[in-house]
């Protein structure tokens, strides 16, 4: 009996180290941290805000689970190995659509600084057609130097877009953009009202 009873005592003994001291997941926990870098150092923050944020948000529920089986005596870390591991593949996830948005944006960007481009050459030919007189002269040069400032601003966004500034590249860009059309939309009507016009004879 005495025998029997040593026995048990040692393999209780024996599963509560090996339950108690289970190995803290590190692996799991510097892959999920290395991979939720590498996302934020591809841009997610700005270009995937959501996303990153719900990401972080993934890796403290994943760490609370982990602090959680560290205070019991008895460790179990499947679930929080499981927490990670899916956090790490979420990570990936939000590293490849930072990327494609980022794609994107710059398509769109390259896009409309070819149609601020045709827009203000359409205002300068439109300056030629539009009638001068002593005010019109003076309204003219006004709108011409407009144009050199919708110029300069694709000049400014082209720098920002070649220098990986995305997101101010394409706000500058949309204001010139706004800006050129506004410009060429009341040449337009001006020009037209000119014509209809009735002439003295």
Known sequence: MKITNKLIGALIIGMVGMTSCA??????????TAAIETAKVAGAEVYVTEQYNALNDS????????????SKFFKKYTK????????????????ASTEATKEAVKAEILASMEEVQTLVAQGRQLITEAPK????????????TELDVVEASITESNTMFQNGELKPSLAKV????????????????VISKYKAAPRRK
């Open 133 to 144: 007189g002593k005010e019109g002269t003076t309204a003219l040069e006004a709108i011409k």
């Open 59 to 70: 890796m403290a529920v994943a760490m609370a689970s982990l602090e959680e089986q560290k």
């Open 23 to 32: 190995d803290v997941p590190q692996t799991e926990i510097d892959a999920a």
């Open 80 to 95: 929080t190995v499981e927490k990670l591991n899916n956090v790490t593949a979420m990570a990936n996830e939000v590293s």
């Open 174 to 189: 949309k204001v010139a953009k706004e800006k050129a059309s506004t410009i060429n939309t009341e040449l337009t009507e």
